[in-house]
């Protein structure tokens, strides 16, 4: 009976902690970003599809076309084409093909690469109509972001 | 002014105000939760249609009228269609007596509170209707929940009631109010003198007034998560609007009542500039409490919400209305 009875000024004031609580939060500035008028800054470490980098001397990619990458990748996304030019050294990378629809970005690539050539890009709202639109072909890619820049 | 307050056209304006007061309260308290609601989860609320959302129940009652009225085969199609009707028209009733100034009133009825309190009944019996005509289950299983729900809680309500009645000796809403002139201590609420339960009863009233308008944490009628939208399942586009008008017109309407039992009505809490806008201060301090307390709690089961009622709120109450009397006895008049 006691107990019973001592139950209710308790819970009455547990309800009290409760609206107190409601009524902290009220006052407490808006954490949500209305997405597509403002958007969060991208961390750093943020994976999104890999792309090519440039040399910054010469523009052209760093890749040799080692294929490290290709033979590097789990899913067997990536496809990797290079040729030896007149007078160089070198090979570089004439076609670097991405099929990102198989990608998990586990960024094996990534470490697998010995020059740097490839990156992890900060792309992540994607959106295409078909299943071809996400064969990337990073080499194209890298040439018109040179010629936005 | 004197074509005003004739009698015919004077009732035809305060039922055009009342419409409008309700229509545009219903609109724009749905706003106004949502904002809230918003607001306690750190959430900026609807903000799109128009400036920071203001033209939201524009478009919320535009899209309503745009749907179309179905009315399932299978359905008992008078009651069905009247059932929304019904839920709406004692509310609306009910605001005809509240006073909402000294001379702001449709109709300064000697039994205002009688009035109030056999019309918020009708409430019940509507909203049971439209679960029983619309031929579905979880409508017809939130039906029976209503009804057990609000008898339960209609009876600590009334006793409540009859405390404050046997204080105030009247029945007129107004009279009631202007009882309660001076500062803010002469508030029924806090004549602890008449009945050192007071604070008591108004807290009981304000459960009871959640409970019968079904509001969160005891709206079993409209149980999303195990009902679908209980009673209103079958109910689309404006049907549907009315009931969620009539929900919000019943928090006005309980709220103006509480307001003016509890809280002085257009009486000002220190005496002086007594006035409409001290009603509105303390009507929408209420509303906004009920707002806050939706947001707040979770809903409660339903073995616990009967048990509230019969075990600790009937009790609780009967107790006032004893203690209240044996004052009334025993005060040297």
């Known amino acids: ?149 | 002014m004197s074509l005003l307050t004739t009698e015919p056209i004077r009732l035809l304006v305060a039922l055009v105000a009342i419409l409008g007061f309700v229509g545009l309260n219903a609109a724009y308290l749905v706003l106004a939760e949502r904002k809230g609601a918003g607001r306690i989860q750190n959430r900026p609320g609807p903000n799109e249609a128009g400036y920071g959302g203001w033209l939201q129940p524009v478009a919320d009652v535009l899209k309503l009228f745009s749907k179309q009225l179905i009315v399932p085969p299978g359905t008992d199609t008078l009651l069905f269609r009247l059932a929304p009707l019904l839920v709406l028209c004692p509310a609306m009733v009910g605001l005809a007596v509240v006073p909402f100034g000294e001379t702001l009133v449709a109709r300064d009825l000697n039994v205002g509170l009688l009035l109030v309190f056999a019309l918020g009944s009708i409430n019940v019996l509507a909203i049971m209707l439209s679960g029983w005509s619309s031929r579905n289950k979880y409508a017809i299983i939130s039906a029976a929940r209503v009804v057990s729900q609000n008898v339960a809680y209609e009876i600590p309500m009334l006793l409540v009631a009859i405390t404050v009645l046997m204080v105030s000796g009247t029945m007129n809403l107004n009279e009631i109010v202007r009882q309660q002139a001076g500062w803010f201590w002469h508030w029924n609420v806090c004549r602890l003198d008449l009945n050192p339960l007071m604070p008591v009863t108004f807290v009981i009233y304000f459960i009871c007034m959640l409970a019968e308008t079904n509001r969160a944490p005891f709206d079993m009628a409209e149980a999303e998560s195990e009902l679908v939208a209980g009673a209103f399942t079958e109910y689309a586009g404006m049907g549907f609007g009315v009931f969620f008008m009539a929900e919000y017109a019943n928090i006005v309407l309980g709220c103006c009542v509480g307001v003016v039992l509890f809280l002085g009505g257009w009486q000002s809490p220190f005496g002086a500039w007594s006035g409409v806008g001290w009603f509105l201060v303390k009507l929408y301090a209420l509303i906004f409490t009920v707002i806050w307390v939706r947001w707040t709690f979770p809903r409660t089961q339903f073995y616990r919400l009967l048990n509230l009622s019969w075990k600790i709120l009937i009790p609780v109450s009967l107790a006032t209305l004893v203690l209240a009397s044996a004052v009334l006895k025993l005060r040297p008049s």
């Open chain 1, 1 to 149: 009976m006691k107990a019973s009875l001592l139950a209710i000024p308790r819970g009455f004031w547990s309800l009290l902690v409760g609206l107190r609580v409601t009524a902290t939060q009220f006052f407490k500035p808006v954490v949500t970003v209305p997405y597509p008028r403002a958007t969060l800054p991208i961390p750093p470490r943020f994976r999104g599809h890999i792309v090519l980098t440039a040399d910054p001397a010469t523009g052209r990619p760093l890749c040799t076309a080692c294929k490290l990458c290709e033979r590097a990748c789990p899913s067997d996304c990536i496809l990797v084409e290079g040729a030896r030019l007149e007078g160089e050294k070198k090979k570089s990378v004439t076609d670097y093909r991405l099929d990102f629809t198989r990608c998990s970005l586990c960024g094996a690539c990534v470490e697998a690469c010995p020059a740097d050539a490839i990156r992890f890009s900060k792309n992540y709202n994607l959106a295409g109509t078909s299943k071809e639109a996400y064969v990337f072909d990073l080499v194209a890619r890298l040439k018109a972001e040179k010629r936005n820049s």
